[in-house]
């Protein structure tokens, strides 16, 4: 789907929701690599995450020749297994109740989410230059919608037989509202190294400067507005704003949408901080590696702790003079006019839907905070092989002051997991900001590694809200001689 498009509807949404007119199409970031990441075998792919944990590893080289993680979900529609794989041809053939079900009878002022993540990782490399210091190189391409902070009884009144003359002469209130996305390209350049390493207690830091290259963005949000439907096609705001700004490069929008793809445009820079440290006593079984493995001894710990902050820095882009801040007051207007008519391009709509209401001055530019989070990551060593891994993840950006932001979101995630040399399986468990609680799985066989954060409690839900995958292949330095006696964890 073309991002002009998503951000239309994105958008779109937000201007319903308070002037009164479409649907709500649902579209944060996800943690990544289903628990894999927080492995002490992850490599290149525990990089992201914390660039600490590229320091004293087991590896000498690890190299990523590609990977996909992704992400998607809301708070308000649930959908059937037959839809998600058997997809309608448009969604005007959806039925409520039938191919989608909503979140109608929650509280009114409950608030509803949507989000949206792809990460993929394109060739990127990790290098240990001696036992204490590493470099990597990584290079991600990303993208990232988030939509929420919309009421129940506002949603209700768009999702549920709209204009539904029962609801005609009650007041609504939408204090806020907003959507965004954002797609862009990162190069990151990572050095890790040992600080302090006693025998007990091992420190290690690191620091990845990003330089980041901005494809397409977008953002609206609506502020303190009110509206009231007087009849099927009448409707008066009686106060509110919205904010709204796209990337001038959406009114010049090719197909395919990969055609869009520029690696050096709408240049910004991003930083990623780490520290692990790791307590060490006497561990069976991580123990007794064969002598040509590089820096046997790398992962010696009882338990490992590591805090990080990522995704600090923005883009900025310029501005489309058509997308307009707007203030919403107005009366006796019809709210099929603000939705995007068929066959009409984006500078025909936004000529259009200003007419309706009064422009604001702003700026001509605008700049799309990365998701910035604070990681904070504990890794306990059961016996060599059985590790318990918890990870919560807290989003620092929200949107709420600046709306042309991309966000993180904040959960927690606790993995048990089974870590050999050339085979790991873990079982990620994890609870989000929303309340919505979700079980996978995951592998690591050699190169491969493949999982879900949400197959598990998919499987034995009847309607979804919610789904994600991971997939990646790696060219890892593999030996499988003999091993030494009492090494377990050697032995997979």
């Known amino acids: 789907m073309p991002f002009r498009v998503m951000l239309s509807r994105a958008a779109g949404f937000l201007c319903i929701i308070t002037i009164s007119l479409l649907q709500p199409h649902k579209v944060q970031a996800q943690l990544s690599f289903g628990g894999y990441a927080g492995s002490h075998y992850a490599g290149i792919h525990g990089v992201p995450s914390n660039p600490a944990s590229a320091a004293a590893t087991h590896y000498k080289w690890d190299v990523n020749i590609g990977g996909l993680d992704a992400s998607v979900g809301n708070t308000y529609a649930r959908f059937p297994r037959s839809i998600i794989l058997h997809p309608p041809d448009s969604t005007g053939a959806m039925k409520r109740n039938v191919n989608y079900f909503l979140d109608s009878a929650a509280n009114p002022g409950k608030k509803q989410f949507g989000w949206g993540n792809m ?108 509206f009231v439907m007087n009849a099927a096609h009448s409707a008066d705001i009686t106060r509110g704003t919205m904010k709204m700004g796209y990337s001038q490069g959406l ?59 990522t995704d600090l820095g923005g883009i900025t882009y310029k501005k489309n003079p058509n997308s307009k801040d707007l203030d919403l007051r107005t009366t006796g207007i019809d709210p099929s006019n603000i939705g995007i008519k068929k066959g009409e391009g984006w500078q025909q709509y936004y000529r259009r839907i200003s007419q309706y209401f009064t422009p604001i001055a702003s700026k001509d530019k605008f700049t799309m905070n990365t998701p910035a989070a604070l990681n904070v990551m504990l890794d306990y060593n059961v016996d060599g092989r059985i590790f318990v891994n918890a990870k919560g993840v807290m989003a620092l950006t929200s949107g709420k002051s600046d709306p042309s932001k991309t966000y993180a979101m904040t959960q927690l995630q606790v993995t048990p997991r089974i870590d050999g040399q050339h085979f790991g399986a873990y079982l990620p468990l994890e609870i989000n900001a929303h309340g919505q609680f979700d079980a996978g799985v995951g592998f690591r066989a050699g190169p491969l590694v493949i999982g879900s954060s949400t197959m598990l409690s998919n499987l034995f839900q009847k309607n979804k809200n919610r789904m994600d995958g991971f997939i990646a292949l790696r060219i890892v330095p593999i030996r499988f001689g003999q091993t030494k006696l009492g090494c377990p964890a050697a032995q997979f």
């Open 251 to 309: 009114n010049d929008w090719e197909k395919p949408t990969l055609s869009n793809y520029k690696m050096f445009g709408n240049l910004g820079f991003g930083m990623d901080l780490g520290i692990v440290y790791e307590w060490r006593d006497e561990v069976d079984g991580l123990q007794g590696y064969d002598d040509d493995q590089w820096n046997p001894e790398a992962d010696d710990y009882r338990m490992r702790l590591g805090v990080s902050i």
């Open 119 to 226: 990460d993929v990782m394109m060739p990127s490399v990790l290098y240990s230059i001696d036992e204490n210091q590493s470099v990597a190189f990584t290079w991600r391409i990303r993208a990232m919608g988030n939509v929420g902070n919309v009421k129940t009884d506002v949603a209700n009144f768009f999702g549920l037989d709209f204009p539904n003359k029962q609801l005609i002469g009650q007041n609504y209130d939408m204090e806020l509202a907003n959507g965004s996305f954002h797609w862009w390209n990162e190069f990151g350049f990572t050095y890790a190294s040992v600080i302090k390493d006693d025998g007990e207690h091992r420190l290690k830091g690191g620091v990845t400067l990003k330089l980041l290259s901005g494809i397409a963005a977008g953002y609206a949000q609506v502020e303190g507005a009110s």
